[in-house]
Every structure is written in structure tokens, then in C-alpha cells.
T-cell receptor, first 113, second 115 residues
């Protein structure tokens, strides 16, 4: 049983560009959330999706947007990249009715130059 | 979600018990205590959670004080593979509709298990 898978594992972009990160949840999970982890800090919640809609959002600007597909996979889009967007982006999944433990992927390391 | 306080780092000898403390003095009655850990270059991993009773699973034990203002995560026989950052998180329990997927991570405790 595959866990949460994220792609790509590493990505390098330049300021002003746009980036799309992808996540496939663990089998049987329909809820996906995204986190940003800057170096040396704990992960910060970006937003959560279920039933293909954004349900909760953290304190992130509108440059951060997402999408969830009918197969429950998800994308995180970041527009107009800033140097400060350099971070590890983590995807987590859970079944909606049982939210007691989130399963995290290994993340996408984004570097903005 | 209630704020938590953890020591920034701890050391433990391999084979000994690792006791990681967490203070959460502003915890509300409907908030659970969760523990996650993050091994280098990996995503966080769920360890255990509890409301007010002590809990044990195959990974660890969670001891919550009677007033619920603090807790301790116990790894009974620490191994080198337990070296990680351990996060104590307090949040409302329940399904996604009630509590969402938001976990508020602090900076955690860097546990180093030494041979």
C-alpha cells in the first residue's frame, strides 16, 4: 500500500515564476492538506481540500492556490515566486471521518533563486 | 489551538528511555494532545495522541497530568533511529468537518540518541 506520494522531490525556480506541486494521497484517504516548512522551523498549514473544495486556509497569500481532483489527488500552485517561498512543501492525507492522524509525504524541496 | 512549550533539544543513550516533556497550560477541555516526529529529510510521522488518560501504542507512551497542563512522551527503549525532531501539538479532536487538518507545529524538541 503506497503512502502519500509527492512530485517532484526537488525543484529549482527563479523569482517571478510559477510552480505546481503534486500529491497523491494514501489509498482510502479523501482529504488532503498542504504545509510549508522553512529551514529550521516546524511545518506551517497552508490549506486543506476535500470534496474538491478548499475547506480551511492558513495565513498564506492568494499567490498560493490549490486544486483537488475527483481521484482525491491534489496540486499546490504558487504564482509570482519570491525568494522567501524557498521551503519544503509537505502534503498530508487522512480519511475525512477519522482525522486523528495525518499521513505525510516526504515533501517537495523548492528552491527559488 | 493551545500553545505548547518544549525544550529545544535533548540527548538520550541508546537502549534507555527517552522522556520528552511538553507544557500546554492553556489547553481547553475539548483539545487533545498529539505527538508527531520528523526524521531528517522525511515528512512528519504520527506517534500517539490522548485526551486525559494515559495512552500506549507500539511506538510510545503518553502520560498526561491530571490537570492536563503538561504531558510526557516516553520512548521506552530508544534506538538510533529515534533521532528526530519531536513535536507536541494541541488541537480539537474529531473529524475533518469539526477540526480540519490544521496542525500548529512549534519548533519541537530535537532528540539525539547516542550510541
Amino acid at each position: 500500500d503506497a503512502g502519500v506520494t509527492q512530485s517532484p522531490t526537488h525543484l529549482i525556480k527563479t523569482r517571478g515564476q510559477q510552480v505546481t506541486l503534486r500529491c497523491s494521497p494514501k489509498s482510502g484517504h479523501d482529504t488532503v492538506s498542504w504545509y510549508q516548512q522553512a529551514l529550521g522551523q516546524g511545518p506551517q498549514f497552508i490549506f486543506q481540500y476535500y470534496e474538491e473544495e478548499e475547506r480551511q486556509r492558513g495565513n498564506f497569500p492568494d499567490r498560493f492556490s490549490g486544486h483537488q481532483f475527483p481521484n482525491y489527488s491534489s496540486e499546490l500552485n504558487v504564482n509570482a515566486l519570491l525568494l522567501g517561498d524557498s521551503a519544503l512543501y509537505l502534503c498530508a492525507s487522512s480519511p475525512r471521518g477519522v482525522n486523528e492522524k495525518l499521513f505525510f509525504g516526504s515533501g517537495t524541496q523548492l528552491s527559488v533563486l | 489551538d493551545a500553545k505548547t512549550t518544549q525544550p529545544p533539544s535533548m540527548d538520550c543513550a541508546e537502549g534507555r528511555a527517552a522522556n520528552l516533556p511538553c507544557n500546554h497550560s492553556t489547553i481547553s477541555g475539548n483539545e487533545y494532545v498529539y505527538w508527531y516526529r520528523q526524521i531528517h529529510s522525511q515528512g512528519p510521522q504520527y506517534i500517539i495522541h490522548g485526551l486525559k488518560n494515559n495512552e500506549t501504542n507500539e511506538m510510545a507512551s503518553l502520560i498526561i497530568t491530571e490537570d492536563r497542563k503538561s504531558s510526557t512522551l516516553i520512548l521506552p527503549h530508544a534506538t538510533l533511529r529515534d533521532t528526530a525532531v519531536y513535536y507536541c501539538i494541541v488541537r480539537v479532536g474529531g473529524g475533518v468537518e469539526t477540526s480540519g487538518s490544521r496542525l500548529t507545529f512549534g519548533e519541537g524538541t530535537q532528540l539525539t540518541v547516542n550510541p
